[in-house]
C-alpha cells in the first residue's frame, strides 16, 4: 500500500521559515519525479515544486523561486521542502506527491499518482 506523510507545518510569521518533510513508502519511490503542491482555501491546487529521481533537475513556482528549496533522500524515501522568507500568501495546505515519470518535472496535478494527506501551513503578517 502507498502511503506518503507529510510533516512540519505550522504557524509561522511572516519572513520566517519552515521545513517540510516526506516520507514515503509501499513502493521504491527513488525511480520517480517528487513534487510538493498547495491548495489555499477556496482555490484550486497549485504546483509548488518538483524534483527528477536524480535530485540533478528542479523546477519551482515563479512564486516561490529563490525561497523554497525542494530536495531528496532516495535512501530514506523522503522529499524536503525548505521554506524561507515565508510570506501571508503561501498560507495553503501542502501535498506531496509522487508523479508517474522519473526524468520530466511535471506541474499538472494530473501527472501525479500519490498524494498524501497534507500539511497546514499559516503565515501570519
Known amino acids: 500500500q502507498v502511503q506518503l506523510v507529510e510533516s512540519g507545518g505550522g504557524l509561522v510569521q511572516a519572513g520566517g521559515s519552515l521545513s517540510l518533510s516526506c516520507a514515503a513508502s509501499g513502493r521504491p519511490f527513488s525511480s520517480y519525479t517528487m513534487g510538493w503542491f498547495r491548495q489555499a482555501p477556496g482555490k484550486e491546487r497549485e504546483f509548488v515544486a518538483a524534483?527528477?529521481?536524480?535530485?540533478?533537475?528542479?523546477a519551482y513556482a515563479d512564486s516561490v523561486k529563490g525561497r523554497f528549496t525542494i530536495s531528496r533522500d532516495n535512501a530514506k524515501n523522503m522529499v524536503y521542502l525548505q521554506m524561507n522568507s515565508l510570506k501571508p500568501e503561501d498560507t495553503a495546505v501542502y501535498y506531496c506527491?509522487?508523479?508517474?515519470?522519473?526524468?520530466?518535472?511535471?506541474?499538472?496535478?494530473?501527472?501525479?499518482?500519490?498524494w498524501g494527506q497534507g500539511t497546514q501551513v499559516t503565515v501570519s503578517s
Open positions: 506527491a509522487v508523479a508517474r515519470v522519473g526524468l520530466g518535472i511535471p506541474r499538472d496535478s494530473g501527472q501525479y499518482d500519490y
Open positions: 524534483i527528477t529521481w536524480s535530485g540533478r533537475s528542479t
